[in-house]
């Protein structure tokens, strides 16, 4: 539950220097609703010959994991893929016909979501080619480019049986719009697993899956471990089972290939603590034991001294309808010496933040442990972080383990800078923002306002508070990833306009905070509705916990109009009248938010998000997508990770590797499905 995605494609402009070359093409491609950017990875060639293998090998570790998400993410997806893929390399028709350009975006879009379903939206693509064109050129595939077993019955006229049944399937799965339409479903009151198609459950409804763990867990237990995240759970013979993801058990060849790379990498750790680590990460692997899973979290958030660091497993659980099973990711990264200066007197203050938060003392910690925070340079992404990625993470996830021995919050800043650089001149806020002071606001100080949000949120508001003793920490169900991003996005706005970041020396004015807050509201209120689609609710946690922030205080603040929104020639603005009063509104609702998740008060953060988080007004939607399009701003973006090459002397040793930016999107997910794809046939 704790990675933060950029809010909107509005990063003011930048006039700090950039650490990165300027005249790098960022942009790569441009199709639907997304727009996919490369990233720079400044400092590699600074980095020892030592620390090159170690980022290395763990690239090569994280993309071997990348067919385990999209399997996760819907039963049909590798199959889709790699047929798709087979039609597309070897098509022999007019490429430039309207069926191949639909097949064409349709598998873009398959790649960029790891499966059929929009990575943040949940809904099924909807194909732009038609049934008839994927029969035909199905057909034409030859029987050993079909990721099926060969049976009796094949002959090489490709009257297969087996290749005819799924042929059909794959029909359903991509033509039918009401056959497994939605990968995660959050609405009220249905059965969120039977109407969610993702593939963590088969056979079973949520009311046994709750009953399942509800049997399992031992309220008194105080180091739990965290029930489900490396399972698919199913029904065998009658009863409910887990099916762990390990060596030996589902998805084992890509796990074995994972462990493979991992071993080569614990030879070059840099110290001790992180050999020890990365043996206990390949010990989980191997075993599915939760319980190492946790020992290997404890060591992981206590080694800061290491320079390269990873993540590579089943860690963040927005992909799960209960919030409980982890989708499988990995990010390779190095800290950034020069940048972690700015979060290191964050975190070093993090007890006064702590002390000084406007929430009910019972519900704060005493001793904040062990925050930890640094800026990074992502190296590579994969799987759930691939090819849409999080800017701030902040690991790991268990409430007792972050408690006792505390966590390691990361802002990638070489990710930001390029998101930063093509925000450049979008014409964003000059579209959105009420008047020229509101923009030129953004434009001196929202860059840094942005990165500190992240980085307070990441740091600190994650890491605040504390649950009363007994309170399960899974007791706000579907609630609870909206409501813990709202948290940790309140406690971040609330500190943002305190005096104390000026007297750290991180602000240089006491009216930067306002960027931001600015920001936050009209896109809580405003722009990020542009990433829905017309006649639909919020769905995803983000902008859920984005929308209830800002509703509730345009609501609350009515009396003393805090906040306006106001027209102008038909177009809707947002105006802040009292940046204080705002910050006061923040405080009340963090203390709100603090108590429903130190109480588990389901039914108060049910109202929460329900009220305020949810519904949007179908005019004002209307209206913002209008004046979007008029931007032409791709919605969602991402990227394609670099290519990294050894360089070997004459007796095989690797003597250096060279990192290269060049590769196309669709060569590069072509490349990872031919020598990554250890699940596919
Ligand atoms: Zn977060």
Known sequence: MRKTIIAAALVALSSTAMAQSSNFDYNVDRFADIQVLRYQVPGFDELSLNQKKLVYYLTEAALQGRDILFDQNGKYNLYVRKVLEEIYTRYQGDRNSQDFKGLELYLKQVWFGNGIYHHYGMDKFVPQFSINFFVDEYNKLPLTALPINSCDRCTEEGKCDKAARLRKTLEKVIFDPTFMPKKVNQADGEDLILTSATNLYEGVTQKEVEDFYNAMKNPNDTTPISYGLNCKVVKENGKVVEKPYKVGGLYSQAIVNIVYWLQKAVKVAETSAQRDYINKLIEFYETGSLLTFDEYSIMWAEDTKSQVDFINGF?????????????????????????????????????????????????????????????????????????????????????????????????????????D??????????????????????????????????????????????????????????????????????????????????????????????????????????????????????????????????????????????????KRKGKTYVKINNYEKLRGLFAELLAEVQRIKSEGDFEAGRKLVETYGVKVDPKLHKEVLARYNSLDIAPYKGFVNPVYKPVYDASGNITDIKVTYGENYVDQMLRYSRDYSPLTK
């Open 315 to 419: 860690i963040e659980s927005y992909g799960d309808p209960l919030g409980m099973t982890g989708s499988w990711e990995s990010i390779v990264n190095f800290r950034n010496n020069a940048a972690s200066h700015r979060t290191s007197l964050i975190s070093g203050n993090a007890q006064w933040f702590e002390d000084h938060s406007p929430v009910d003392p019972r519900f704060r910690k005493e001793k904040v442990t062990g925050v930890s925070a640094k800026v990074i340079t992502a190296a590579i992404l994969a799987g759930d972080s691939y090819p849409s990625t999080p800017i701030g993470i902040n690991l790991p996830n268990s409430n007792w383990i972050r408690a006792a021995h505390g966590s390691k919050s990361v802002t990638l800043e070489n990710i930001t800078d390029a998101y």
């Open 421 to 566: 650089e093509v925000a450049n001149g979008s014409g964003l806020n000059e579209e959105f923002a009420y008047s020229q002071t509101e923009i030129d606001l953004m434009k001196k100080y929202l860059t840094l306002a942005d990165k500190l949000h992240t980085d307070l949120h990441e740091c600190l508001g994650h890491a605040s508070g504390q649950l009363l003793p007994g309170v399960d920490p899974d007791a706000l169900k579907a609630y609870g990833a909206t409501l813990e991003e709202g948290r940790a996005d309140l406690f971040a706005l609330y500190y943002l306009a305190d005096p104390k970041l000026v007297e750290l020396g991180i602000f240089d004015s006491p009216d930067a905070y306002k960027s931001e807050y600015y920001k936050y509201i009209m896109n809580g209120l405003l722009t990020q509705l542009y990433r829905i689609e017309p006649g639909k609710n919020i769905e995803e946690s983000h902008m859920r916990n984005r929308k209830f922030i800002s509703e509730w205080c345009l609501q609350k603040g009515k009396k003393d109009k805090v906040i306006e929104l106001v």
